[in-house]
């Protein structure tokens, strides 16, 4: 028996988990995007131009993706809706404050980087 499983929207349609769930708890904890990869070697070789040009693609390509994954993403909320699937919204906010509790008051985080995390933390 699976009491839960934890996949994107679009893996829930294509291997058509919504014919045997009943609900969706909707977390929105990763929206998968653009991770461009380049030689540093190839990259310094570039002129300042040349860098702003690739940036100013990454971003828009970053973009695009992340605008066609969330209307993605919507769409099939929509879809799972019409089959009958229960939709849920996570109180995130609420799980992330139990969560970043837990582990401050526990000796696993004595040794990070809590200017990195609050950092992190503030980051949209």
């Not at 988990?17 to 310094?44: C, G, M, R």
């Not at 940036?55 to 009958?84: H, M, P, W, Y």
Request: aromatic share 8%.
């Amino acid at each position: 028996m699976v009491d839960g499983q934890d996949n994107p929207l679009p893996t829930v349609e294509s291997a058509k988990f919504y014919e045997v769930q009943k609900s969706i708890t909707l977390t929105n904890h990763l929206v998968d995007s653009v991770w461009p990869a380049i030689n540093t070697q190839k990259w310094e070789s570039l002129t300042p131009a040349q860098q702003d040009i690739v940036r100013q693609a990454i971003e828009a390509a970053r973009q695009f993706c992340d605008d066609t994954n969330n209307q993605r993403e919507a769409d099939l909320v929509a879809s799972f809706k019409e089959k009958g699937l229960s939709i849920y919204e996570a109180d995130v906010d609420a799980f992330s404050k139990h969560v970043t509790e837990y582990y401050l008051n526990d000796p696993i985080s004595d040794s990070w980087d809590k200017d990195l995390l609050s950092r992190i933390q503030s980051m949209d």
